[in-house]
Nanobody, 119 residues
């Protein structure tokens, strides 16, 4: 069974930095993309950044220039710099995975890691 586990969340001051990590484990055939989403209280889950084929990146406008996503095989990272109070949210890792050759693609999610940015 595929599993995603995030780590690195916590409390950080405005203007500070934080690095989130996510590791993918289990049996699968191929990874298409991995990404980070976030959900603040009372808001819908939104895309923060994703990375395809370990090199094609996409960022939400609100984090572009401050956050950097990177991937190394079954690990994906989110380097968060110059954080703001509005970055406070639960951050979720996701992966679009093909379970077997010629099989279907499915999106898997981690349990989330809390990030709190203090003023």
């Amino acid at each position: 069974q595929v599993q995603l586990v995030e780590s690195g969340g916590g409390l950080v001051q405005t203007g500070g930095s934080l690095r989130l990590s996510c590791v993918l484990s289990g049996s699968y055939f191929k990874i298409d993309s991995m990404g980070w989403y976030r959900q603040a209280p009372g808001k819908q889950r939104e895309l923060v950044a994703d990375i395809k084929n370990s090199e094609i990146t996409n960022y939400a406008a609100s984090v572009r220039g401050r956050f950097t996503i990177s991937r190394a095989h079954d690990l994906v990272y989110l380097q968060m710099n110059s954080v703001k109070p509005e970055d406070t949210a639960v951050y979720y890792c996701s992966a679009n995975i093909q379970s077997r050759s010629w099989g279907p693609w499915s999106v898997f999610w981690g349990q989330g890691t809390q990030v709190v940015v203090s003023r």
